[in-house]
């Protein structure tokens, strides 16, 4: 026979263990949200990246078609946005969102070289020769987030 005392006892048993196995449950749950917040970061993250590559690969695609044409009139410090159309790049002055979600840019700046015709931050002008920076910034829980990737372009093909 289980006297009072005995049922006092496994009451509290029964509580502590009550807690215990709630607060492991807490834990795990708030494990997993944590987990399913880095994991989508980190697909954005991924795909940003991706995104500035291709911007890249649009502007060198662009400097393939014609330099003089297509690269070499672009403005320093101007934000342009590609465009797929007619299965090929353009650049355009209107923003638009990448997949409803990434507001990616490309821009270019001036490249100076020096007497020994290395790349400076002063010199003479070098004309066949961009630093191409594509941004590519998305919203996030705490504001907006941007990756950003550079690439020296040239001429390469005097055209």
């Not at 465009?83 to 790049?89: I, K, R």
């Not at 829980?141 to 093909?157: I, P, V, W």
Request: charged share 15%.
């Amino acid at each position: 026979m289980i006297t009072t005392k005995e049922k006092g006892a496994l009451l509290v048993e029964v509580l502590i263990s009550s807690a215990i196995i709630a607060s492991v449950l807490v834990l795990l749950a708030g494990s997993l949200v944590r987990f399913n917040l880095l994991a989508v970061n980190n697909l954005r993250q991924t795909q940003a990246a991706f995104l500035a590559t291709e911007g890249l690969e649009a502007v060198r695609a662009l400097r393939d078609t014609s330099w003089a044409g297509q690269v070499a009139t672009l403005n320093p410090g101007t934000d342009y946005y590609l465009v797929w159309a007619s299965d090929q790049w353009s650049l355009s002055a209107t923003p638009s969102l990448v997949d409803g979600r990434f507001d990616r840019a490309v821009g270019v700046t001036a490249v100076y070289r020096d007497a020994n015709n290395d790349i400076a931050e002063t010199g003479t002008l070098d004309s066949d020769t961009w630093l191409v920076t594509a941004r590519v910034s998305w919203p996030t829980g705490r504001g907006t987030t941007t990756k950003q990737l550079s690439a020296y372009l040239t001429n390469l093909f005097n055209n």
